[in-house]
């Protein structure tokens, strides 16, 4: 009994550790964005600000253009997730219910395209977006995040898609449906939890992508949110308080979307763990 109260206590003790180390960084960054500058470097360390400023919040929407990079985020990951959701939710339909010639090869495929670095790909897409002439523009970024995550999302979904009995779609068509008619009137609203977990990581991703955003954009008016914050990295200095502001807002968006779509995405990971 002793030993087994012990074992517990072992535990309980090395989960908040862990929880502290994974908690301690976002605190970090959350207090120095409310320090004022000259006390973010001060000695000795003071882990809660004595002199709460909104200094450096102020700073980053005044002097940089902070707003207009948080719309461009939001207008190019939200655009970018949907067409993912649309496009994957095709595909995925057709990976799970159909058995082709070449079936194997092409989730083979989209297994291994997971597994290249994205900057791998940066050259000759440049060079094919310099062709069209959609460099510099909030369309390049959208084309190059919708095709970047359907792979993963397709993956997702085929799972979510399994788990789904076909006798639902058989019924729906005796009744005078037709395939695509039940997919979206039967099958859809039963995996709106998958669904909803898939754009909510599609949505992270692009959210917080930057190499592509980096080398396509450059005009400041269309920079992301994480090509403005990159910014705030200077030639021989880092402006560590707008970068503590900046990242506090950045995750704001995230943090309220999980909040409300918690239970899907609980829900939607436990359908995709399972086949049916």
Known sequence: MAAKSTLKGLKILYLALHLIVMVFPLYWIVITSFKPKSDIFKLPISYWPTNFSLSNFDRIFTVSKFHVYIMNSLIVSIVSALAVIIISILCAYVMARFTFRGHKQIMLAFFLTQMLPGFVSLAPLYLMMSNMGLTNTRLSLILLYTTGSIAFSTIM??????????????????????????????IIPVMLPGIASTFIFAFVQNWNELFQAVMFIDTNSLKT?????????????????????GTVISVIPTII??????????????????KG
């Open 157 to 186: 979904l085929r799972g979510f898609f399994q788990r789904i009995p076909a006798s639902l779609e058989e019924a729906a068509m005796i009744d005078g449906c037709s395939r695509i008619s039940s997919l979206f009137r039967i």
């Open 225 to 245: 949110l994480p090509v403005g914050m990159n910014s705030f990295v200077l030639k021989f200095d880092i402006d560590w308080g707008s970068m503590s502001a």
């Open 257 to 274: 979307m999980f909040a409300f779509a918690q239970r899907y995405i609980v829900e939607g990971l436990t359908q995709g763990a399972e």
